[in-house]
């Protein structure tokens, strides 16, 4: 039963979170470049983390922000402040992806053209 309501927010971030939306496209990109360079399964490893890390932040920071949004429609300076780590949660958690796939990548792409 747990896999059900999991599964149902998933659907729903994918559908009510725009972001969601983005970092899933993101991780698109990465899968298909790991398949296209033949990555290491190391480097698989830590694309499949960074991807998890990313989506499931992604989740919990949807989470506080509709609970936030439950509880109050009014300006509070608590709920601001937990809305914004959320949001600096995901943000962190997507740059040190952006830093892995580049670390991984960028020499692929470089040898292309070398």
Known sequence: ?????????????VKYEHNARIHLVAAGVAIVAGFLFEISAMEWCLIV??????????????AVEALA?????????????????????????????VVVGMIIFLPKIINLFC
């Open 1 to 13: 039963m747990a896999f059900k309501y999991a599964w149902q927010g998933l659907v729903a971030m």
């Open 69 to 97: 949004d439950k509880i109050t429609e009014e300006r509070d300076p608590l709920i601001g402040r937990a809305k914004d780590l959320g949001a600096t949660a995901v943000t962190l958690l997507a740059l040190v992806a």
């Open 49 to 62: 983390v960074c991807i998890g890390l990313v989506i499931s932040a992604e989740a919990l920071n949807s």
